[in-house]
């Protein structure tokens, strides 16, 4: 009986059945050879069963069980909650890019007291946070040249406390808790620390950098809280410090795909691929450019005390290119997917009653209705079926 085969990237794997178990040898020069880590990973990914079951990765277990300084032992409960969460990311991490992933968590250092992984370790602590002096809100944390996540204790009974006006107290902090820990989870699965020169590259953003085109915190942070907030469904997003981050990344995976974005995020690669991808609907490298060094400065800027323009030109710049792929998407006669790419933009573009939710002066904000009135526009224009009732504003 022939060998069987299958040929991938050119190279010819052998498939094997040896005592009830499959092995996959790769051939070269007619000779059999055992598979690398890296290549063994990948064709285990292709040929594993599958369920709907969530997929625990023998390798992900093995580090956490081997890495002390992630302070576990003792808690089996936050052991098996945190391998869920590290389970659903490396699940969402692009596999040539999950070595780094897998290198950090090995060397991870979790400072946290995991008694606070349930909110009723505040109940009888509340007077001793109330009476602190730390007025840090932040909950977390990740730091590159230490490789270690930081959670903090102040900034989770701030949350347990926005928790106690909610419906279901519990269930509201637990979430927020697990997605914010999911956030530098994701920060970590993205960051190499060059120890020679003492740069980091996370995500798109590189520190420290003289290069403009190298400063995207605003972008990293919208899309690592975004992929955080999927891999935590429920979670407030109103209550997000990056809620405007990530709407724009919405916005724009709407417009290019997610695939650009997650090879530049995981892979250390700026906004290079990003523009080029702008640019294929419109041919404006300057255009492209100008849009995420927007985003970065709109972030650097924060909460607007006095008027500026830079979200609404942010969102305007958009709307040019999602007219632009609508249009391409309309001679193809391509409607349903039109029509879904309209609502789902609509439902992610800033409006100022998104800003007065956020606590913000939405007068400050000039273009932002601009872009609302430009975003119904479109719709008239190329949403078929669609309530064409202007969007909230």
């Given at each position: ?8 990237g050119?190279?010819k ?13 790769k051939?070269?020069n007619?000779?059999l ?6 290549e063994?990973e ?22 956490v ?7 576990l032992n ?25 070595q780094?992933?897998y ?6 250092t979790?400072?946290h007291?995991f ?5 009723d370790?505040?109940e ?15 909950i ?13 204790p ?17 269930e509201?902090?637990?979430r927020q ?17 060059d120890?020679?020169n003492?740069?980091?590259l ?15 915190v ?5 899309y690592?809280?975004?992929?955080a ?40 690669k ?9 640019c ?7 255009k ?6 927007n ?10 005390s006095e ?5 609404g ?8 290119y ?24 609509e ?12 606590g913000?002066?939405?007068?400050n ?7 609302i009135?430009?975003?119904?526009e479109?719709k ?5 079926q ?6 909230s504003?």
């Amino acid at each position: 009986m022939n060998d069987t085969y299958f040929i991938i990237g050119g190279i010819k794997y052998i498939i094997i059945y040896d005592n009830n178990q499959l092995k996959i040898k790769k051939m070269e020069n007619n000779a059999l050879y055992e598979l690398t880590e890296t290549e063994q990973e990948k064709i285990n990914q292709l040929v594993s069963h599958k369920t709907g079951y969530i997929y625990y990765s023998e390798k992900v277990i093995n580090i956490v069980n081997n890495n002390p300084n992630l302070f576990l032992n003792n808690n089996q409960h936050a052991k098996e909650q945190l391998i869920n969460l590290l389970n659903w990311l490396e699940d969402n991490i692009p596999m040539e890019h999950r070595q780094t992933f897998y290198g950090n968590l090995s060397t991870l250092t979790l400072m946290h007291n995991f008694n606070l992984i349930s909110s009723d370790y505040f109940e009888t602590h509340d007077s001793n946070f109330s009476q602190s002096k730390d007025l840090d809100i932040s909950i977390g944390g990740y730091n590159s040249k230490n490789n270690s996540i930081e959670i903090r204790p102040q900034g989770l009974w701030h949350l347990w406390k926005i928790a106690q006006t909610t419906d279901n107290p519990n269930e509201y902090y637990f979430r927020q808790y697990m997605q914010t820990l999911l956030h530098e989870f994701i920060h970590m699965s993205s960051t190499k620390f060059d120890r020679e020169n003492n740069i980091a590259l996370s995500g798109f953003d590189r520190y420290p950098s003289q290069d403009i085109s190298e400063q995207n915190v605003g972008l990293n942070e919208g899309y690592t809280e975004l992929v955080a907030m999927a891999g935590v469904p429920g979670t407030e997003d109103i209550v997000s410090p990056y809620l405007i981050e990530c709407s724009l990344i919405s916005q724009l995976i709407q417009i290019i795909g997610i695939d650009a974005l997650q090879e530049s995020y995981f892979g250390n690669k700026g906004t290079k691929l990003l523009e080029n991808e702008l640019c294929r609907l419109i041919n404006d490298k300057e255009k492209a450019f100008e849009l995420f060094r927007n985003i970065e400065v709109n972030y650097q800027l924060g909460n607007a005390s006095e008027k500026q323009n830079i979200l609404g030109n942010i969102q305007l710049t958009m709307l040019d290119y999602l007219e632009k792929k609508l249009e391409i998407l309309s001679v193809q006669g391509k409607d349903d997917e039109i029509n879904k790419i309209i609502y789902i933009f609509e439902n992610m573009i800033v409006t100022p009653r998104t800003l007065q939710a956020m606590g913000r002066d939405a007068n400050n904000y000039e273009g932002v209705t601009d872009s609302i009135i430009k975003l119904d526009e479109i719709k008239g224009k190329y949403g078929k079926q669609l309530d064409n009732n202007s969007i909230s504003r």
